[in-house]
Every structure is written in structure tokens, then in C-alpha cells.
């Protein structure tokens, strides 16, 4: 504890030499509560003596033979029964696997995402540190507690996220985002130095490591522990920031650990959060062609949480990941576990998020990013949708990308909110040339911590969001699992209420199908408000010519440009033509109405004192109505 405030004043002095520039930061921060900040601090700090106490307590009753056999390091907490726990340490190949390759320069979607000016942190268990003089993490690595431990499980973690790879052939090692910096830390004040950084403006973190089972009691299996609810108490007054975590690695001895589940029922402490991400490890996927290229390793842990909750929310590759090592200042090394398909997941998440502020000039919110990862997973698993095992499937980076590239275009991605008794309605057209998927996302409230039953299946979720389409009367819901029967499929035939994303497929639409989508909340909201993020893949809003939308009769020339640009299409009709442009508020900048004449439509319109951004054109002409995407540099 008593580095920790040292730590701080050094860290806020040398984090400006790091990326993501102060004006970015402040952005991410502007509209964080501070004072709420404070408060939570004060929490976790009473909270960590609370459980030093204990941990002192339980070691003035062991002998010295005793003590001798303890790991000190790895020493998280003491059970109400007098049970230690212990948090234990839970790479070209992970990149293929999760399509990110695809996204670096060089890749196949014309890209320059290696992760340039962002920030990732780790925290590591066991007072580990990765090695900063290794030749492929060095000069990127900046220790924000003053340790100096250096291990190969943090070495080989901060390098699946960070490693150029140049130290071996072909950069077999090289990491997910290989030009960003990492703040690294060891987990004994992790809950403290992840609020701070959050509120500095940190996006991602890796958390590679949990409790291990050998001391949990059955009733901590999937419970919403002090950890869980610590975790999403910094993210919800923190909402840009999301952890990583990994799943754990105990399934293939769950006949000792919980031994009636059949290996489900596995998941402790932050993997059970609701709003981190937690990562589960499957073996190396070179050529996705449906849910049978995914193989689950015999380790990764799985759910549910006890209250039915989907987790793992994703899958990476955790099976014999090549990373650095911290043998020497080139070494790479072998090992699979979670914990390397964490820091997978974890950097995938920074290329998202640079890709995103590449197009938008500003970052996503954490549930955004969340949401974003999984509406766009790859299917895995015996049964359509999720599962406890592989979570919504496997990342793929390529796909994510895409959704924010086409933003506007073939996709839909909005961050707003929801206010008590409010019902949001809108209108979706399926393209019909692929399933039309509609999810939302969002930071829930920490819940009640776990009274200590088990399988207390008392929903944790506090602001119970719900989306729904409707078609000819029929309703369509999300996906939902059921906890008391782990192992079967996925059902959408209710309404959702204990996961904070939910996800509606309409598996093959017709084109020009029209949907009625709402919005809506159950009881009252927490707040009296809610924020969530609104993804729609394989659909447009109502009103666009899905024909024209698809072919791309309309072209918008030169598209970015300067404010000035021109209309063009082919037409048959002597209808007048309307121009309308809004910015992402809604707000109208420019409206008018163009006489038109039969053959080749073509028009420059000027836009006057426009800020650089995005804006949407509505052109309306000959009963058809088109919506165009507008970059204005």
C-alpha cells in the first residue's frame, strides 16, 4: 500500500511520454464523475484492509513450517471457513485464429491497425512482471507500482499483446497490436490501480489470472463475489473502461472441484463480472468455414454464472501460443492456458478501438467495444447462438471492423440512452443477403454481492434492458440460456433478463423485410437513466431503398471531402429530387429540393460552416429513399 500513492504521482508524470494523446484522454474522461471516482476509492481501499486483515489473521495462526509452504504472492483472500485463496496465472497462430492479422498493415482489408498510439494494461498475479528488455517488448513497457519480478507467465502474456515479433522467423510471435505500449502491474492493489487508470482514460486491461479451485468452496462456483462486483463498480463509473479476464483453466480436473456440474459451473471472481469481458481458450482456427473449425481445449473453464448469465462472453486462441519468453532478450516460448487467450481478446479490443477513432475521431464507450466483439463472433459450438462454453463464439476481428467501417452504409452502430418508462421504436429493413442481427449492449450497475447459497439464481442484472422485432405480428427475442440445464441450446422465445447484451438473429430474411424494433426496460432504472449501444448487421433503418442501398446506384463523389461534393445517379423519372443532410445529433444542416429531368441526376452540393465529422444524406427521388454516409475532413 505504500507505493501505491508513490506510484501515482510518478505515473501521472510519465504517462503524457505514452499514447493516446492528453486531448483523446480527456475526451474519454469528460464525462466521468470525479467526486463518484473518489467515493469508490475510499471503498476499495477499506475494502483491501479489510481483507489484509484477514489475511494477517489467518498467518499469526500458522506454524513456521506452515508458513514456509504458503505462497505469500499468490495469497488473495481467506474464506469465511478459514480457507486461503490464491490467485494463480491462469501467441502468428492467435492472430489468424481471431482474423486481426487481416486488420495489421499489410492485410487484406488495406488497414494500418497495429495498434499505434494505445495503451493496454496487464496486471499480473504472483508479483510477475514481463521482461522489458526483451528486444521485442523494449522501450513499450512502463511498471506502474515499482515492482521488478520478472516471469515468464507475465512475459509471454504482455507479448501476445505487444511482441513485434522480430526476435524469431516470420513474426510466428509477433502480437495482436504490436506498436502498443503497455502499463504493467502485479494484481496486490489491482482493484485501486484499475480505477485510477480508468479514470486517466485507460481503455483496455489484461487480467490473465483468478483464484485458483483448489480451496473454493462449491457455493463461490458462479456466484457474484466481492471481486465481480468491485470490477463492474469501476467500470460503471468508468464506462469507457472494460477489463479482459481470463476464464480460468480448471475443467479438466472439475470431478474434484464440482463434481455434479459435468464441467460446467467453474467460473470465480472477476471472470464472472458482468461488465469485463472473459475469454475462453480454443485451439488455433487458420480457416474458418463454420462451428466445427472451433475446438474448445480440454482446460477452459465454463459457466454459467449463478444467475444464468451467458459467460464466457468470447473465445481466442489459448492452445499453444508462441510468445515472448523471459529467457533472454530474444527468447519465445510455448504455452497454452486462458491466460493466453486473454491478452488475444485484449488486443483485438485496442484495434478496434484505434479503428474506431480513426473514423469517428473519438473512442467507443466500453459497451460498444463489448458489444461490437460479440455481435460479430463466429459461430461455435454443437448449437446455433451462444453457449457456457465458447460464449458467443469466436472473435473475429475482421467482421468487427468491417461493422465500423460500413457504419451508416450496411451496418448501424449507436451509442444513447434510455430514461424511465421511455419505449424506443424503429423501423429495420433486412438487405436479405445475410442473417439481420440486432443487439444492444451496456455498463449494468453493480449488483448485490452473493449471500452465500448456492446456485442463487436471483438475477445480479440492475437495469434490465430488453430489445424485440416484430413482423406480421410475430415476435422475434434474443438469444437466452438456461442455467439449469447448462448444456442445451440456446432458446429465443422470452424476453432476456439477466444478460447486459442481448442479440436477436433473423436467421435468412427477405429483402425488403420490414421489422418493428423496441426498445424497453423492465421496473425502474437505477438512475433513472440508462446508457446502451444499439448494433445492427444485415439490416438498414426503415425508409432506405434496400436496391439502391445494395447496388450503389447513388454515388456521393469525392467521398471524404472538404463540404463540397456531388450527387450522382441514373433515373427514369422527372421527380424532383430532396436533399437531406443530418449530422450523427440529428440535427438537420442542409435540406433542398432539386428539380429533376429524366436521365443522368448530377449535383454538387456546398455545405457552409460544417465541422469535420460524419453526417448522413437522405435522398429522396421517385418514391425511393437512399441514406449515404458523409466523411467531411
Excluded at 101 to 125: C, F, H, K, P, Y
Excluded at 195 to 207: D, K, R
Excluded at 413 to 428: G, P, Q, R, Y
Excluded at 480 to 489: D, G, I
Aim: glycine letters at 10%; hydrophobic letters at 35%; a negative charge.
Amino acid at each position: 500500500m505504500k507505493n501505491f500513492y508513490i506510484y501515482v504521482f510518478l505515473l501521472m508524470n510519465s504517462y503524457l511520454l505514452l499514447a493516446q494523446t492528453p486531448e483523446e484522454r480527456a475526451v474519454i474522461t469528460s464525462s466521468y464523475d470525479l467526486n463518484k471516482s473518489k467515493e469508490v476509492m475510499q471503498y476499495l481501499k477499506a475494502e483491501n484492509a479489510e481483507r489484509e486483515i484477514r489475511i494477517q489473521n489467518y498467518l499469526n495462526t500458522l506454524t513456521k513450517d506452515e508458513l514456509a509452504k504458503i505462497n505469500l504472492e499468490g495469497l488473495r483472500d481467506i474464506t469465511e471457513n478459514g480457507q486461503p485463496l490464491f490467485y494463480v496465472s491462469h501467441n502468428l497462430g492467435s492472430a489468424r485464429t481471431i482474423r486481426s492479422d487481416r486488420l495489421n498493415t499489410g492485410g487484406s482489408l488495406g488497414l494500418d491497425l497495429n495498434g499505434q498510439n494505445m495503451i493496454a494494461g496487464v496486471w499480473e498475479a504472483e508479483n510477475g512482471y514481463p521482461l522489458s528488455t526483451h528486444l521485442d517488448l523494449a522501450g513499450r513497457i512502463t511498471v506502474i507500482d515499482g515492482g521488478s519480478n520478472v516471469n515468464f507467465h507475465a512475459t509471454h502474456v504482455t507479448g501476445t499483446i505487444i511482441s513485434s515479433g522480430g526476435s524469431i522467423p516470420i513474426n510466428l510471435g509477433r502480437g495482436i497490436a504490436f506498436e502498443a505500449t503497455v502499463l504493467a502491474a502485479n494484481s496486490a492493489n489491482d482493484t485501486q490501480e484499475m480505477l485510477t487508470q480508468a479514470t486517466m482514460g485507460l481503455l483496455v486491461s489484461n487480467h490473465s489470472y483468478g483464484f485458483g479451485a483448489e480451496n473454493i468452496p462449491v457455493e463461490r462456483f458462479g456466484a457474484y463475489g466481492s471481486d465481480a462486483f468491485n470490477v463492474d463498480l469501476i467500470t460503471n463509473t468508468n464506462p469507457y473502461y472494460v477489463p479482459v479476464v481470463s476464464a480460468g483453466n480448471d475443467r479438466d480436473g472439475f470431478s474434484q472441484y464440482n463434481p455434479s456440474k459435468g464441467g460446467y459451473d467453474l467460473l470465480t471472481g472477476q471472470s464472472v463480472a458482468k461488465n469485463a469481458i472473459t475469454s475462453a481458450a480454443v485451439g488455433q482456427v487458420l480457416n474458418y468455414t463454420g462451428p466445427s473449425s472451433v475446438v474448445m481445449s480440454s482446460f477452459s473453464n465454463w459457466g454459467p454464472t449463478d444467475d444464468g448469465r451467458i459467460k464466457p462472453d468470447i473465445s481466442s486462441k489459448g492452445v499453444g501460443v508462441m510468445s515472448t519468453s523471459n529467457e533472454s532478450d530474444t527468447g519465445y516460448g510455448n504455452s497454452s492456458g486462458t491466460s493466453m487467450s486473454a491478452p488475444a481478446t485484449t488486443g483485438l479490443l485496442l484495434l478496434l478501438q484505434q479503428h474506431y477513432n480513426n473514423v469517428n475521431s473519438q473512442y467507443m464507450l466500453a459497451a460498444t467495444a463489448k458489444g461490437l466483439l460479440l455481435h460479430t463472433a463466429d459461430e461455435a459450438g454443437f448449437y446455433p447462438g451462444p453457449d457456457y462454453s465458447f460464449g458467443w463464439g469466436l472473435a473475429n476481428g475482421e467482421k468487427a471492423v468491417s461493422t465500423i467501417t460500413n457504419n451508416l452504409d450496411s451496418s448501424y452502430i449507436e451509442e444513447t440512452s434510455i430514461s424511465n418508462a421511455e419505449v424506443k421504436t424503429l423501423d429495420v429493413r433486412a438487405l436479405g443477403s445475410e442473417p439481420l442481427m440486432v443487439s444492444i449492449s451496456w455498463t449494468d450497475p453493480q449488483g448485490e454481492v452473493a449471500s452465500g447459497n448456492i446456485d442463487d439464481s436471483t438475477p445480479n442484472l440492475v437495469n434490465d434492458l430488453d430489445v424485440k422485432l416484430t413482423k406480421n405480428g410475430t415476435d422475434y427475442f434474443p438469444w437466452k440460456l438456461n442455467a439449469a440445464n447448462p448444456s442445451s441450446a440456446a432458446t429465443r422465445n422470452t424476453t432476456n433478463d439477466v444478460d447486459n447484451f442481448e442479440k436477436i438473429e433473423i436467421d435468412s430474411p427477405n429483402a425488403n423485410d420490414v421489422y418493428s424494433m423496441s426498445i424497453s426496460h423492465k421496473g425502474t432504472l437505477s438512475g433513472d437513466s440508462q446508457n446502451y449501444s444499439l448494433i445492427i448487421t444485415g439490416g438498414v433503418l426503415s425508409g432506405l431503398s434496400v436496391e439502391d442501398y445494395v447496388a450503389g446506384k447513388v454515388e456521393i463523389y469525392p467521398n471524404p471531402n472538404n463540404g463540397s461534393f456531388n450527387i450522382r445517379f441514373n433515373n427514369n423519372s422527372n421527380d424532383d429530387v430532396l436533399v437531406d443532410i443530418y449530422d450523427l445529433s440529428g440535427r438537420v444542416v442542409y435540406k433542398r429540393s432539386f428539380v429533376n429531368e429524366s436521365g443522368e441526376f448530377n449535383r454538387t452540393v456546398n455545405l457552409q460552416n460544417v465541422a469535420s465529422g460524419v453526417y448522413v444524406a437522405t435522398i429522396s427521388k421517385g418514391g425511393n429513399i437512399s441514406s449515404h454516409k458523409i466523411i467531411i475532413e
